[in-house]
């Protein structure tokens, strides 16, 4: 196993690896990086939770895997369970509404993600890439993990980015939901990508002990619609980028490596990028201290210290 690269997609590092009986829940599922994910899990085998805002693009995502699988994708494997990430109320309810279903979940893939140029603040207030790209993720998976306790051995693979290059974080976590200072669309995009990486380092060292193996990655430039509300320059300099870019399936390709890989079993709290582990691009991605203060600060704005 392993040897994998940029040029690897998604079916090619999962040849071979039967996931019948397994259940995956993948966050975004209905396009882009989330869509290839579902796809290719759901092509192993894997009955597949696609967890999205939007009903009825969830609906036609469904509707497509099956239709393009020539028969090897049956109806019953994809589910929709409703998951809108800007309001912890509706993350609480999406939670429950999970674990009233009474599923073991093998695979989490916290996928979704937005990244956008403007301030906007989510229904609980806080930054929409801090709210909807770490916190909701953050509650979301703490809800569900008995669900993947009972798994006995789960897997969780957390979608950052290189773009953590440009987080501000400091280590005393100031101004985390920028109140204080002038916003910056890719840097709070940033911060976002950041959070993603400490917490799966710290999900990995809490519930390492219960089955539980969480790695985080990033998975490349592709041309998905994560820039659809970027300024007119940045989507032509996306559109000129085209041809440098990763497509969807190499894109989506470290994800499923980390979600079915034999190698990556028990190994986590690891970075990736092109199924291969990376040097994180922020200096403080490391930082013990930080991993667990973003999660108790974390655990605070989402109001679990009060449970
Ligand atoms: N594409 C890249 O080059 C790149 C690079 C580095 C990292 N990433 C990361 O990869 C992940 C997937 O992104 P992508 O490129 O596939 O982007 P995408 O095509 O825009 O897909 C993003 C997904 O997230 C969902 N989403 C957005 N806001 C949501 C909310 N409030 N509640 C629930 N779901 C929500 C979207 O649903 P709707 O369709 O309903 O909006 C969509 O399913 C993201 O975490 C992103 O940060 C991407």
């Given amino acids: 196993m392993g040897g994998f690269n940029r040029w690897s997609t998604a079916e090619k590092v999962s040849e071979g690896i039967d996931l ?23 092509l192993r085998g894997a009955k597949v939770i696609m967890a999205c805002r939007d009903q009825q693009k969830a609906e036609a995502a469904r509707d497509k895997i099956v239709a393009e699988s020539a028969g090897n994708i049956q109806p019953e494997q994809l589910l929709n369970l409703p998951l809108d990430m800007n309001a912890l109320a509706s993350v609480r309810a999406s939670a429950e509404e999970f674990l009233s279903w009474d599923m073991p979940l093998d695979i989490l893939i916290n996928n979704a993600g937005i990244m956008i140029p403007m301030e906007r603040r989510t229904e609980d207030g806080f930054e929409a890439h801090l709210g909807i790209n770490h916190l909701a993720h953050f509650l979301f998976t703490r809800l569900i993990i008995d669900a993947l306790k009972r798994a006995g ?62 790695n985080a990655l990033h998975p490349g430039v592709i041309a998905t619609e994560l820039a659809r509300d970027q300024s007119l320059p940045f989507m032509i300099l996306g559109l000129v980028a085209i041809p440098f870019m990763k497509s969807k399936g190499q894109g989506a ?8 890989s034999p190698d990556y079993a028990s190994k986590g709290g690891l970075y990736f990028s092109s199924c291969q582990e990376a040097r994180p691009e922020y200096k403080l991605a490391s930082d013990e201290a930080l991993c667990t203060a973003v999660w108790e600060r974390s655990e605070a704005l989402t109001g679990l210290d009060n449970r």
Avoid: P
Wanted: glycine residues 10%; hydrophobic residues 45%.
């Fill in 20 to 42: 019948k009986g397994k259940t995956a829940l993948v966050t975004g599922a209905n396009t882009g990086l989330g869509l290839e994910t579902t796809r290719v899990l759901a």
């Fill in 153 to 214: 051995q789960a897997r969780v693979v957390v979608v950052a980015s290189g773009a953590m290059g440009m987080a501000t974080q400091t280590a005393e976590l100031n101004d985390i939901n920028w109140e204080e200072r002038k916003f910056s669309g890719m840097r709070s995009y940033g911060d976002s990508k950041l959070m993603n990486l400490l917490f799966a380092k710290e999900l990995n060292k809490r519930f390492n002990q219960d089955g539980i193996v969480a």
């Fill in 253 to 260: 390709a470290t994800s499923v490596y980390l979600a079915t």
